[in-house]
Structures are given as structure tokens and as C-alpha cells.
């Protein structure tokens, strides 16, 4: 929860404006003061749109009154459904998920046409694997049908060769509102993104049953930084003395984190196909979870969720392997990460 003086809105106009408004100090929800500051100002300037023509003493006297209601109106608003962002990715990955708030992003941007408020309410990242919560809003106050949002990502330049995918599905939202949904859209990436700014494009919508897509003339975009507020949930490494596997590779770089994996090497020589060793979580207490993907071959795995992705450089001669957990894992519970036989050690 921000606290967040009345006074701070204040601070660009002249004091004789705002003279006889009464100040308080109040509580709002997760949010910022620059967030809260350009809502204000934006219904502030939508009321004194309306009365330009009205004579100086009249819109001193709106602009009073505007405020007083938009603070008012914006205070019930952010108070009435806030909620623990924790809350909100437990639903994601179940109510045993050991999530912070610190870990989770407050993003808050948003953006909007004449029917659809478009918003990035929160997001969870280690940089490869990157879980934005978004919602849509009905300005008619319509009910959202069984739609998914259509999105995509823009991120500023990334080194190297890599792949990129995404997807969205539909979530549960901490209010009831019939004309606003929630949704998670995924983007994993075998290239860092944390640190990075990224624009993330509502291209249109498809109907879940039909199919249909609804493609917008004006795409709507938001724009924001992937922050390290996962930071301390990543542990990074470097194998200083590689030991070739199969006399094919060896392992340069593991990245590891309470999302997922990306492991790093380099061939021998040049194959036909990427190398995807076999890879274990060794925990502290004796535990061995395997990171096998699920196959029709190999449907019983330890991680049934995981996703994998794979991609190579055949120049440099080096691979990538993208694991996503598919759940949240204690990366201080691990103590190593076997990969076909070799174990590297997990420091903090």
C-alpha cells in the first residue's frame, strides 16, 4: 500500500487554486504517485474541457469541485478493489506459491480507445520467463464475452540470435465487474528481457469458441521497463572448467530461478541437431526432480507443466536451452543441477 499525500497532486499548480479545498492524507492502492497523478489530471481536464467558455470565476469554481470529486471518486476506486498482488498469482500457480511482494512488478500502465481500457496491472519476470497480469475493461459496461486478448511484444534491441514466444488465458480478478476481465500473457524468451523496455501491443480480440478474430484499426499500446524486482530469486552459473558431455558439448552458463531455467554451451562441432541434454534438480533434503519434457513416450514427469524451448547459433557454434517451470520452486531448496551425469553447484 502507497501513502500518498493530496498535497503531492498540488505540486505544479498555484496554491490559489486549491486554497480552500480541504487536504488530507490518504490511502491508496498498490499504485504510484505518478499514476495516481496522471488519472487525476486527465478526468480534471476532461470536466475543464467542457467549461473553457464559461468565464474565469466559474471554471476557478469547476476546477475546485473537479478536484474534490476525481480525489474523492479515484480514493473509493483503488481502495474498494485493492488486493494483495501475491493473491492474484497464486491463483496462477496455486495457493502453496511462495511469492512476495517485492518479487512482483507494480506496472499500472495504461491506455484506452472509445470502447476498451487496456492496462498492465502487474508482472512477475526473471527475465526469460515474464508473466504480465492484464485486464480489459468495457467502457459501455458490457459484459466481456469469452474472448482472448491478441497481444504482442516490443522490447528494445537484444543481443544474439534467440526465439521469443507468447500466449494469453483468461484468469480470475480481484473484483467482480461483468465488463472487466483478467488475463495472463506469457512471453518466454531464451534472451534477457529484465531491464529492457517493452510496448505491449492489444492487436484485437478472438472469440475462445469460434475462433473469430477481431483485428482493431488503432492498435492500443502501453509502454514500460521489465524491472529486477525477481532478483533475489536468481542464481547465475558460470562453469569455469566445462566438462564435455557425450563428446559433443560442454555447459558454459546455467541461469537458474524460482520461473525457470536457461542453460547455456557450446559444441564440439557442428551437429544437425540442437543438443538437449537431460537435466535434474538435486535438492537439499535428497530430493531428485527431473526436468524431462512431457512426451506421449515420457507422459509421467516431475515438472508436468514445464514448457522447453531450444535455439543455436550454428556460426558461434553455441545453444540455449529455455525451461519454464510451470510452477514456483524455492531456488534456495536447490542445492545442485545435474545435467547427463555432470552436477553444478547452486551458490547464493
Do not use: C
Amino acid at each position: 500500500m502507497v501513502k500518498v499525500s493530496v498535497r503531492d497532486l498540488f505540486d505544479d499548480l498555484n496554491p490559489k487554486e486549491y486554497q480552500d479545498i480541504e487536504i488530507k492524507n490518504i490511502s491508496l492502492g498498490n499504485t504510484s504517485l505518478r499514476s495516481v497523478k496522471k488519472r487525476v489530471f486527465e478526468e480534471i481536464n476532461k470536466d475543464m474541457n467542457s467549461e473553457k467558455e464559461k468565464g474565469k470565476k466559474k471554471i476557478k469554481k469547476s476546477f475546485k469541485s473537479a478536484w474534490a470529486a476525481v480525489i474523492i471518486i479515484f480514493v473509493i476506486s483503488t481502495t474498494v478493489f485493492a488486493i494483495s498482488k501475491p493473491e492474484i498469482f497464486k491463483w496462477i500457480f496455486g495457493e502453496d506459491a511462495k511469492i512476495t511482494e517485492k518479487n512482483i512488478q507494480d506496472v499500472v500502465a495504461t491506455t484506452s480507445d472509445a470502447d476498451i481500457i487496456f492496462t498492465v496491472e502487474s508482472l512477475l519476470s526473471d527475465g526469460n520467463q515474464n508473466y504480465f497480469v492484464i485486464s480489459l475493461e468495457n467502457k459501455n459496461g458490457e459484459r466481456f464475452g469469452d474472448v482472448l486478448p491478441i497481444i504482442t511484444i516490443n522490447t528494445e534491441k537484444l543481443d544474439g540470435m534467440g526465439f521469443m514466444s507468447m500466449g494469453s488465458k483468461k484468469i480470475n480478478g480481484p473484483d467482480n465487474l461483468k465488463n472487466k476481465a483478467y488475463y495472463l500473457f506469457e512471453v518466454k524468451s531464451n534472451r534477457d528481457l529484465m531491464g529492457k523496455n517493452a510496448e505491449l501491443i492489444l492487436e484485437g480480440l478472438r472469440d475462445k469458441n469460434s475462433g473469430k478474430e477481431t483485428i482493431f484499426n488503432k492498435k492500443l499500446k502501453v509502454f514500460f521497463n521489465i524491472g529486477n524486482n525477481n532478483d533475489n530469486n536468481i542464481r547465475n552459473i558460470v562453469v569455469e572448467n566445462p566438462q564435455i558431455i557425450n563428446n559433443k558439448y560442454y555447459v558454459t552458463e546455467i541461469k537458474l530461478s524460482n520461473l525457470g531455467m536457461n542453460l547455456k554451451g557450446k559444441e564440439i562441432e557442428t551437429t544437425s541437431t540442437i543438443p538437449i541434454p537431460n537435466i535434474k534438480l538435486k535438492y537439499k533434503n535428497g530430493d531428485i526432480r527431473d526436468l524431462s519434457y512431457k512426451t506421449n513416450k515420457n507422459p509421467h514427469v516431475d515438472f508436468p507443466d514445464a514448457s522447453h524451448g531450444f535455439s543455436r547459433d550454428q556460426n558461434k557454434k553455441e545453444f540455449t536451452n529455455t525451461i519454464t517451470f510451470g510452477e514456483l520452486i524455492d531456488v534456495d531448496a536447490v542445492e545442485s543441477i545435474i545435467v547427463n551425469g555432470k552436477e553444478y553447484k547452486v551458490n547464493k
